[in-house]
């Protein structure tokens, strides 16, 4: 009889329609061409009507069958984009998160994950810029009406003097050309993860209906925890409670340009179920894979007394302007180490 094991597959904040995480990745597992023959199948789980891919691997060396389902741990309903909120809402709460991040320890980042520090430092004082330059062209186009101000006037021209117009087309310019857009909406979701208590329990049920749906099927013999970008940040906050998981099963974790090591330097708390998690008896193995040609993520830290965590970066050569533009993240998805890790004999 084939082998069969569950993979619990948690996306990253970026999927905000059902079965996207899932879809994709079915493409992405075609290029494991080089070390097995797949077949892919997707099917429709009776009893929840939710979407499976099952994975059929042939491995070209042992010659061994493998079945893989992977199941969907959706969550993108849950997260409101930053691109969704009205221009006025979107005004205040950026200003808001400008000082939720800049005024914080996140500057520590920078001495141990400054490509990923530098970015969204960078573009939250672009951000900032940019607003200053619309508030003094709003000044220089309001200092008509304050004839009678003399004084106001004079203070307006002082500091509007420098072509207003230019420094806000300056600061236009280079939010188009860097990926601004996306560092800001993750710092916005990052946010609201480390402030709502609720909205992470409600991620972690999500995850717990899956986990114990998969712990009570006899089909499989084992579950692996597959987690990209801040999903592994949610796996990591799940794996942190010891009580969870079914008795019978082997579990293992595989964690994709997780930013763990990052956030620390904001909320501490993070830390602490970093080694946490990192501890549970229940988990056999657990490989977190970074790189540093990977902006949007950072190496994670080992509790000393882990004995199943290990951290394997990366080192691969990757364009320069993939790395600007953030398409370095999905690179994990085509790398044979990794793949060879998640479709595992």
């Not at 389902?69 to 998160?97: I, N």
């Amino acid at each position: 009889m084939n082998s069969k094991e569950a993979i619990l597959y948690i996306h990253g904040s970026h999927c905000t329609v059902k079965n996207e995480a899932i879809d994709q990745l079915e493409k992405d597992l075609v290029n494991v061409n080089s070390f097995a023959d797949v077949s892919i199948v997707t099917e429709t789980d009776l009893s929840t009507s939710k979407t499976v891919k099952k994975v059929q691997l042939t491995y070209h060396d042992t010659k061994k069958v493998k079945e893989f389902y992977v199941f969907e741990v959706f969550w993108g309903d849950l997260k409101r984009s930053f691109s969704e909120e009205r221009p006025l809402h979107r005004f205040f709460k950026s200003t808001t998160l400008i000082s939720y991040w800049l005024f914080s320890g996140i500057w520590r980042a920078i001495f141990y994950t400054p490509k990923m520090a530098l970015p969204l430092l960078g573009s939250m004082l672009l951000v900032l810029g940019w607003y200053l330059s619309l508030l003094l062209i709003f000044a220089d186009g309001l200092k008509n009406y304050l004839q009678d101000y003399q004084q106001l006037v004079c203070f307006i021209n002082s500091i509007t003097s420098w072509k207003s117009w230019v420094v806000w087309g300056i600061f236009t310019l280079l939010l188009t050309v860097f990926p601004t857009d996306r560092i800001i909406s993750m710092a916005y979701f990052s946010r609201s993860y480390l402030q709502d208590s609720t909205l992470r329990s409600k991620i972690r049920e999500r995850i717990i209906t899956v986990m114990e749906k998969v712990g009570k099927d006899d089909r499989f013999d084992s579950i692996q925890i597959l987690a990209h970008s801040f999903g592994s940040i949610l796996a990591t906050e799940f794996l942190s409670y010891n009580n969870l998981f079914p008795e019978n099963k082997k579990i293992r974790v595989v964690t994709l340009g997780a930013s763990l090591g990052f956030i620390i330097n904001r909320a501490r708390w993070i830390g602490e179920v970093l080694f946490q998690a990192q501890k549970n008896p229940n988990v056999q193995h657990w490989q977190d894979y970074f790189s540093y040609k990977d902006w949007l993520c950072s190496l994670t830290l080992k509790d000393p007394l882990s004995d199943s965590f290990e951290s394997i970066e990366l080192n691969r050569k990757v364009p320069i302007g993939e790395q600007l533009s953030g398409h370095s993240h999905q690179m994990y998805f085509s790398d044979e180490i990794v793949l060879k890790e998640i479709l595992k004999q």
